[in-house]
């Protein structure tokens, strides 16, 4: 590890073709801030709708795309703000920005917040009589029927208005969580072999020490980080229980059958599908990647492989380089299989400037994708001339073309589809990409790179993500059936997680039980076992591409067209995918599978 401090570059010195264009959404601040005051004004006309929904078809269209126009104006000056900030949010002005949208958009949805109510109020069926009178209320179908669909899980207006003031109260946990880990933890310093002094934090130890080829340096760092973890895990364990609790009693309060059932409803998901992903995973794939740690311990020459190991990178001198320009090719020619109409929307987004790729002081770390209404998705990370960025920047340009050709095809309300579905169309790149450098190239460390890449893919998804979903299957269990939640049980409940999957081939100490401690997404209701959803479709589609070809490319257009107009399970069924059996997540299994079988080939 080399002990040297990088300069970095201010925001105002990155060349301008390394930076994305705003334009699409607003010219200048000055354009911004006067998009801000018509969105004040149109705040006040909101008045002449108020007590109108019961008065006819017509009444209700009116308002409805008075909402839509303010949405499409909100969704703007939001993100316009959100990408300033996200590329420095060390800047005062952008700062400021943020802050006065936060108050605008507070004030927005406060204003509207009688349209779904007045909805609600309305008599049974007379809401179905007018779209059936008016043909212009169709694209607002789905929106009104899903609204009408949490009906019968409405309490009193009053009750109501009582819970949405304790608003924030309901998210105080997880901001004790956030607040905890980010400012108050303090972790040891290590030295390394040299005597160097090395500091040691929650985003250190996650994103440079664990992934560490140096095993005294990496085992050092898990054990100053899980010393501090250990000191705070009965106000953790507190705090995660009152949020579990809160759960727990709202899907009480409002009639649910349980509250996974509860937590299922937006992602449109059945109980059935829920399950079959985590008990097919869990059980299909934990022999796989026993053999994967078996691997990494030989590789390694270790006489065990501990939990803090299992990250540590196989091939640490092999990190092949390319530039931004010949990246951008390799996933142009990658995604040529997926037709001229997407391929051309990939070029426009490598061309047109809407990736973010320099890095400078202030910028946010991680890559994401944003894809406003009526601009064009904006891709942010931070490139820096390796092939592994090539697989970041195909993730992001998947989740790109997914909502351009959804923005397009949909209206604002109806573009955005299920949690379940959403990790699908960028994870579709990743494979693609994976498997036409594949392909192309003989060379055994290359492929061994390939593969491993491919392989974090899944590790990420099927085991990082999948384990902690069945930590919160197996809370919500214990939780429903009356169990209390201390540090103790969480930590007894993440070990048998942990053993169940991983068996003997790893040896699991007791920091390895207080991995319950380090995820922010058991505050994100039932969000971990998703990322695995997403996976299993494009693998199974991803395949079934390489046999037929064209005909399946075209299915999976039109479901990314539909955005969020049908549920998960029907947007698979047209791609071809049955999630509602155990079969396309076993043969995603089979392919991890038989990824780790030619890795194995490739070391002997």
């Known amino acids: 590890m080399e002990n040297r401090i990088e300069k970095r570059s201010r ?9 994305w264009n705003l334009d699409a959404l607003f010219v200048s601040d000055q354009a911004w801030e006067s998009g801000l005051t018509t969105i004040e004004s149109d705040i006040e006309q909101v008045v002449k709708y108020k007590h109108t929904l019961h008065n006819g078809s017509q009444a209700l269209l009116d308002c409805l795309l008075w909402q839509e126009q303010l949405t499409l104006k909100l969704v703007k000056a939001g993100t316009y703000a959100s990408l300033c900030q996200s590329t420095d949010g060390t800047d005062p002005v952008n700062q400021a920005n943020s802050a006065a949208f936060a108050s605008l958009a507070t004030k927005v949805h406060a204003a509207l917040s009688f349209i779904e109510s007045e909805i609600l109020a309305l008599p049974e069926g007379i809401v179905e009589q007018y779209i059936q009178e008016n043909l212009e209320l169709e694209p607002f179908r789905k929106k009104l029927m899903d609204l009408l669909e ?3 899980h409405r309490l ?14 309901h998210a105080a946990p997880y901001k004790i969580y956030g607040m905890s880990k980010l400012a108050d933890m303090q972790f040891a310093a290590i030295e390394d072999e040299k005597g160097n002094e090395w500091p040691v934090s929650f985003a250190l130890f996650e994103d440079r020490y664990e992934f560490s ?12 980080f899980v010393n501090t973890l250990e000191q705070y895990k009965n106000t953790f364990a507190a705090t995660y229980s009152t949020e579990v609790t809160k759960q727990v009693t709202l899907a009480r309060l409002r009639n649910y059958e349980s509250v996974t059932h509860m937590l299922l409803e937006p ?8 399950n079959n992903q985590h008990d097919t995973i869990l059980k299909e794939l934990a022999p796989h990647m026993r053999r994967f740690a078996r691997l990494k311990k030989k590789v390694w020459g270790l006489d065990k492989l501990l939990f803090c190991d299992l990250k540590a990178p196989l091939d640490p001198e092999f990190n092949p380089k390319t530039t931004y320009e010949e990246a951008s090719k390799v996933i142009l020619e990658a995604l040529q299989v997926m037709g001229p109409e997407y391929s051309e929307i990939m070029k426009k987004g490598l061309k047109e400037r809407w990736v973010d790729l320099a890095d400078n002081v202030g910028k946010s770390t991680g890559a994401f994708c944003s894809s406003p209404y009526g601009a064009h998705p904006y891709i942010l990370l931070t490139w820096q001339d390796t092939m592994r960025g090539a697989f970041i920047l195909a993730h992001e340009l998947g989740h790109a073309g997914h ?35 594949l392909a192309r190239t003989d060379d055994k460390q290359m492929r061994r790179w390939v593969v491993l890449q491919l392989l974090g893919t899944y590790y990420h998804n099927f085991v990082t993500h999948l384990l902690e979903a069945e930590f919160q299957r197996r809370v919500y269990q214990l939780v429903e059936n009356g169990k209390a939640l201390t540090a103790n049980v969480l930590s007894g409940i993440k070990k048998s997680v942990l053993t169940d999957f991983w068996g003997d ?3 699991l100490d007791e920091g390895a039980s207080l991995t319950w401690m380090r995820q922010p997404h058991y505050y994100m209701g039932l969000y971990p076992y998703t990322y695995s959803a997403g996976l299993t479709a494009s693998t199974a589609v991803s395949q079934m591409i390489k046999v037929e070809g064209k005909p399946v490319v075209d ?12 549920k998960p399970q029907e947007l698979l069924n047209h791609a071809g995918v049955d999630m509602t059996k155990p079969d396309a997540i076993s043969k995603a299994v089979s392919y991890v599978g038989s990824l780790i079988d030619e890795l194995e080939r490739l070391y002997e």
Request: hydrophobic share 35%; no cysteine; glycine share 4%.
């Open 267 to 274: 992602q449109e998901v059945t109980l059935d599908m829920y």
């Open 555 to 566: 299915r999976w257009l039109d479901v990314l067209r539909a955005g969020g107009t049908k």
């Open 156 to 169: 009193s207006p009053e009750t109501e208005k009582v819970l949405a003031a304790l608003g924030e109260v």
């Open 150 to 152: 949490t009906k019968k």
């Open 505 to 507: 081939s790893v040896e």
């Open 213 to 224: 080829p140096n095993t005294e340096v990496r085992r050092k760092a898990y054990d100053s």
């Open 11 to 19: 925001r105002s010195e990155i060349p301008m073709e390394k930076t």
């Open 403 to 437: 909502f351009y050709l959804a923005n397009k095809n949909q209206r604002v309300f109806n573009t955005r589809p299920s949690t379940y579905f959403i990790e699908a169309p960028s994870t579709m790149n990743e494979l693609l990409l994976g498997q036409h450098l």
